[in-house]
């Protein structure tokens, strides 16, 4: 045998039936608004689900004002306002034992109330099932590939990628897919998440339901609509009610234990029985669909293990509470689009990917606590307590990583929402004048970095642009001001000064986020940019 041979036979290089640059599993909120975000900013994107489609029971229900915000420079905002619109009239949620008895109404809603001075957009009761289309069809336009009816079989990441086989639903036809990241949407049950190591602290399980779709004329029997209603009788225990988009179409939820009660046992039959101790009369009722899910608290370790990221419930669950947790995924998803795009794109360095862990984790755990005493005071297992506002749980969530440059809080909330860009916030809204249309500040924030300055900060003229062109990083420079001093966009309200400063630059992420406040007095404007970005991005050029 020659010299330097082993007699050893060389493993075969692995081959792929495809590639992509994120792979995406699980086809609801989180994956959906991720594949949709990724696209956007010119990321290859598949995303693979099990389901022969996006769901047909709108279980999560109600977007707020923050999440809106992201949809509105991608054009949808409108989409989903209209998919709302069968739920404008809703407000409240009623107690009672029985749809026709007596209702006792336990809160008035003011989720809805318009903050035209603290955010462009308004609260939209719009449901999992009207807006999952939506994304769906935005992703695919911008060029994602959603495959519904395909399931995750197995995943295997290492240091340069990951590699996942998968199948589908129908044929059982096998692929290889391999990407440079994954994203793990695939939800509280998962598997993902426990492939790369990741465990999930909390008390888990704390509810068993099951969901019923039904068709039925309940006319004289809904004399309004609410939010919501929780019933509660010796039949049915503990269980609620909704409405749908859909006219005569309701979901009817209740609590089991599985132990005594195994899923199987909610026949169309059964559903029906149930149906009319929901009512309190006998009725017509048409069985849809039936479901069952469990409700549970918890939070994962980590977000990240390596090339795989955890978005949406199977990052962290908690109960469906003012709608946050559909509202978190979305938020997570959009967090982490543009750090991968950063990535992928070559003008961040990889370091910026540990942000989104150091980001939303502790948003995640902050909300688990919020969400779990809210639920608790809604059924009357314990008294309301004093927590973070509404308003300030949604637009006044603060980051604390390497993504942002100067952050001084070392908490999720702080007391109240602050009117002045500061580091590691999102930024102050801003109404606009461009062209003679009315635009939001975070209308210019999706797929680059944003820097604002003031009409008179004439120092900082052309150093966005400059800089921009020697990180190769995009970024849109803004000067603002009144349309006779030249203005780039005009500050309708002339308030820009007292929330961004007057003579200092201010840089926005992508997400609308300030990464970095610049000081009145700067000897260098470019050297001062150029030192933010490449520690917001973690560069080492």
């Given at each position: 045998?020659?010299?330097?041979?082993?007699?050893?036979r060389?493993?075969?290089?692995?081959?792929?039936?495809?590639?992509?640059?994120?792979?995406?599993?699980?086809?609801?909120?989180?994956?959906?608004?991720?594949?949709?975000?990724?696209?956007?900013?010119?990321?290859?994107?598949?995303?693979?689900?099990?389901h022969?489609?996006?769901?047909?029971?709108?279980?999560?229900?109600?977007?707020?004002?923050?999440?809106?915000?992201?949809?509105?420079?991608?054009?949808?905002a409108?989409?989903?306002?209209?998919?709302?619109?069968?739920?404008?009239?809703e407000?409240?949620?009623?107690?009672?034992?029985?749809?026709?008895?007596?209702?006792?109404?336990?809160?008035?809603?003011?989720?809805?109330?318009?903050?035209?001075?603290?955010?462009?957009?308004?609260?939209?009761?719009?449901?999992?099932?009207?807006?999952?289309?939506?994304?769906?069809?935005?992703?695919r336009?911008?060029?994602?590939?959603?495959?519904?009816?395909?399931?995750?079989?197995?995943?295997?990441p290492?240091?340069?990628?990951?590699?996942?086989?998968?199948?589908?639903?129908?044929?059982?036809?096998?692929?290889?897919?391999?990407?440079?990241?994954?994203?793990?949407?695939?939800?509280f049950?998962?598997?993902i998440?426990?492939?790369?190591?990741?465990?999930?602290?909390?008390?888990?399980?704390?509810?068993?339901?099951?969901?019923?779709?039904?068709?039925?004329?309940?006319?004289?029997?809904?004399?309004?609509?609410?939010?919501f209603?929780?019933?509660?009788?010796?039949?049915?225990?503990?269980?609620?009610?909704l409405?749908?988009?859909?006219?005569?179409?309701?979901?009817?939820?209740?609590?089991?234990?599985?132990?005594?009660?195994p899923?199987?046992s909610y026949?169309?039959?059964?559903?029906?029985?149930?149906a009319?101790?929901?009512?309190?009369?006998?009725?017509?009722?048409?069985?849809?669909?039936?479901?069952?899910?469990?409700?549970?608290?918890g939070?994962?370790?980590?977000?990240?293990?390596?090339?795989?990221?955890?978005?949406?419930?199977?990052?962290?669950?908690?109960?469906?509470?003012?709608?946050?947790?559909?509202?978190?995924?979305?938020?997570?998803?959009?967090?982490?689009?543009?750090?991968?795009?950063?990535?992928?794109?070559?003008w961040?360095?990889e370091?910026?990917?540990?942000?989104?862990?150091?980001?939303?984790?502790?948003?995640?755990?902050?909300?688990?606590?919020?969400?779990?005493?809210?639920?608790?005071?809604?059924?009357?297992?314990?008294?309301?307590?004093?927590?973070?506002?509404?308003?300030?749980?949604?637009?006044?969530?603060?980051?604390r990583?390497?993504?942002?440059v100067?952050?001084?809080?070392?908490?999720?909330?702080?007391?109240?929402?602050?009117?002045?860009?500061?580091?590691?916030?999102?930024?102050?809204h801003?109404?606009?004048?461009?062209?003679?249309?009315?635009?939001?500040?975070?209308?210019?924030?999706?797929?680059?970095?944003?820097?604002?300055?003031?009409?008179?900060?004439?120092?900082?003229?052309?150093?966005g642009?400059?800089?921009?062109?020697?990180?190769?990083?995009?970024?849109?420079?803004?000067?603002?001001?009144?349309?006779?001093?030249?203005?780039?966009?005009?500050?309708?309200?002339?308030v820009?000064?007292?929330r961004?400063?007057?003579?200092?630059?201010?840089?926005?992420?992508?997400?609308?986020?300030?990464?970095?406040?610049?000081?009145?007095?700067?000897?260098?404007?470019?050297?001062a940019?150029?030192?933010?970005?490449?520690?917001?991005?973690?560069r080492?050029?």
């Amino acid at each position: 045998m020659p010299s330097g041979r082993t007699g050893r036979r060389e493993p075969a290089a692995e081959t792929y039936d495809e590639t992509t640059d994120v792979l995406v599993v699980g086809g609801g909120y989180a994956g959906l608004a991720a594949a949709l975000f990724l696209a956007h900013q010119g990321v290859a994107t598949v995303l693979v689900d099990r389901h022969p489609g996006s769901s047909v029971q709108g279980r999560a229900r109600g977007i707020n004002q923050r999440t809106m915000e992201l949809y509105r420079p991608l054009g949808i905002a409108e989409s989903i306002r209209r998919a709302g619109r069968p739920f404008d009239d809703e407000a409240g949620v009623v107690r009672c034992e029985a749809l026709s008895a007596e209702w006792t109404w336990l809160l008035a809603d003011d989720t809805r109330k318009p903050l035209p001075e603290l955010t462009p957009a308004e609260f939209v009761m719009a449901d999992q099932r009207s807006v999952e289309p939506i994304l769906v069809d935005s992703a695919r336009a911008r060029g994602a590939d959603v495959r519904f009816g395909t399931r995750c079989v197995s995943t295997r990441p290492d240091d340069d990628g990951v590699t996942t086989v998968v199948e589908d639903a129908a044929g059982g036809a096998r692929r290889v897919v391999r990407s440079r990241f994954l994203v793990a949407a695939d939800g509280f049950r998962g598997r993902i998440r426990e492939t790369v190591g990741i465990d999930r602290a909390g008390p888990g399980v704390t509810q068993h339901w099951v969901t019923f779709l039904v068709r039925a004329d309940l006319a004289g029997i809904v004399r309004q609509r609410a939010m919501f209603w929780i019933v509660v009788n010796d039949e049915l225990g503990l269980a609620s009610f909704l409405t749908t988009s859909v006219p005569d179409e309701w979901a009817m939820s209740v609590s089991f234990d599985p132990a005594r009660t195994p899923t199987s046992s909610y026949t169309a039959e059964r559903c029906r029985e149930l149906a009319r101790s929901f009512l309190g009369v006998d009725r017509p009722v048409e069985v849809l669909d039936v479901a069952a899910w469990e409700e549970a608290v918890g939070v994962a370790d980590r977000f990240r293990a390596g090339r795989v990221f955890l978005v949406g419930d199977t990052a962290h669950v908690w109960p469906p509470a003012g709608a946050m947790g559909a509202n978190a995924a979305v938020q997570d998803a959009h967090n982490l689009a543009w750090k991968l795009a950063g990535v992928l794109g070559g003008w961040a360095g990889e370091g910026l990917l540990d942000a989104y862990e150091a980001e939303r984790r502790p948003a995640a755990l902050a909300l688990a606590d919020i969400t779990v005493a809210r639920q608790r005071a809604r059924f009357g297992e314990e008294p309301a307590t004093e927590d973070v506002d509404d308003v300030l749980c949604t637009l006044g969530q603060r980051y604390r990583s390497t993504a942002t440059v100067g952050a001084t809080h070392d908490t999720v909330y702080g007391r109240q929402l602050p009117r002045r860009a500061m580091p590691g916030l999102r930024a102050p809204h801003l109404w606009l004048d461009r062209g003679g249309r009315r635009i939001s500040v975070h209308d210019l924030c999706h797929d680059a970095f944003v820097l604002l300055t003031g009409s008179a900060a004439v120092r900082w003229d052309g150093v966005g642009s400059l800089v921009a062109r020697e990180l190769s990083v995009p970024l849109r420079a803004y000067r603002i001001g009144s349309a006779a001093a030249g203005a780039d966009l005009v500050d309708v309200e002339r308030v820009f000064a007292a929330r961004y400063g007057a003579a200092g630059a201010t840089l926005l992420r992508p997400d609308g986020y300030v990464a970095w406040c610049s000081p009145d007095a700067v000897v260098d404007p470019a050297a001062a940019l150029r030192e933010a970005l490449r520690t917001v991005l973690g560069r080492a050029d």
